[in-house]
């Protein structure tokens, strides 16, 4: 009995041995290898096609915003954004003479975003309607080809719609802006300013080509009815010093816009179109350039330093020699840019010199920053002595 028993235990014990050496055979052990090859496979499949997938939506995104970078970026060149900032002086120096502490900071915080809008808004229409007035003739100047380029990648069609919505906006900001302030004349101000600049650049009118009557439409567009517009706005009475002030800003713009005209000096030329610089000719234009800044940055000098001297801080006069710092800077390039044009004038039509004249020129709009930013910190200060 206990013999079978042991018998029966021992088979027992040769199938579990036997099922273990089955279990545990090469067989057997290639077919879990390739199991367990083919769940890895498919895992690094799945990971990969999802990763493909999370790519793909980065890039998507990516995409999107770069296209609506690469437009907002081409609406910038057409509108000319790198007069921007000299926009910005224009509002801070009207700002700074016209804001009294009387008016509260929500107030003055308001008036402050509608009217830098509606000056920029009024200042990117005139730009546009220049860059497709000038059109046919950028396409003749190589440094020209990033405005011709923008223009055509954007469409003279869209152009014109996006002037068309501009035109509404701005126009309603500024019904808006006079029911606020009870003042027609920032209405009448807008009107006449946006229709100057449309006729500046557009034909049949075309005032940058009909000699005087270029410098005396810039001076008011640009250094005239923006200043009025943001002063106006926050008072109605008129300052001696105010005026002093505005005068020579008006005068200083038109002597840093000079050698941007020189700079377009030979194809206006070629086209015949007879801006003040043709009218008088290289030389001449760029004295004028030097007289106008020079004459102009004494005016502004003056009225500021009177403002201080008159106020509770007469020190703060001192910081006005970073005026003839900067000036000083921007003369001396333009100076440089009267020797080379007499040098040209000279030579009978040297192309070196023609070419040293263009890219000189070419730096203009950053000797208008210059000065421009150079006034606009001393209009901040004149608003902060305000208030503080």
Known sequence: MVSRNNEQSGKKSRKRFEFEVEVSSPIFNNISQKKEKRFTS???????????????????????????SNLLRIIGTIS????????????????????TPAIGLTTLAVLIVLSFTIVNGSSSIGAQINTLSDYELD??????????????????????????????????????????????????????????????????????????????SLILVLGIFPVLFAYFT??????????????????????????????????????????????LGLVKACMMSIVLIGIGAIFFTAAYLLEWINGPRPFLGLLLLIIPV????????????HSLSKQYMNSQGNTTLKEQIVNLSAHNPQWIIIITQTYSILSIILLINKFV
């Open 42 to 68: 498919l895992v690094i499949f799945l990971f990969i096609v999802q990763f493909y997938f999370y790519k793909r939506k980065l890039d998507e995104s990516a995409e999107n915003l770069s296209s609506m």
């Open 139 to 216: 396409l003749k100047d190589p440094r020209k080809k990033n405005l011709t380029d923008a223009v055509d990648k954007f469409g003279k069609k869209r152009i014109k719609i996006l002037l068309s919505v501009e035109f509404i906006i701005t126009l309603v900001l500024v019904i808006l802006f006079m029911y606020v302030n009870n003042n027609p004349w920032l209405l009448l101000m807008w009107i006449i300013g946006i229709s100057l600049g449309w006729i500046y650049s557009a034909p049949p009118i075309r005032l940058k080509a009909r000699s005087w009557l270029a410098p005396v």
């Open 326 to 337: 900067s000036v000083f800077f921007v003369l001396t390039k333009i100076k440089k840019l």
């Open 234 to 279: 926050f008072t109605t009475t008129v300052q001696p010093f105010f005026l002093l002030g505005l005068i020579g800003l008006a005068m200083t713009i038109y002597g840093v816009i000079i050698p941007t005209e020189t700079r377009d000096y030979f194809g206006d030329k070629t086209m015949k179109i007879e801006t003040m610089t043709v009218h």
């Open 80 to 99: 000319r954004a790198e007069f921007l900032m000299p926009n910005l002086g224009s509002l801070i120096l009207g700002l700074a003479w016209g804001a």
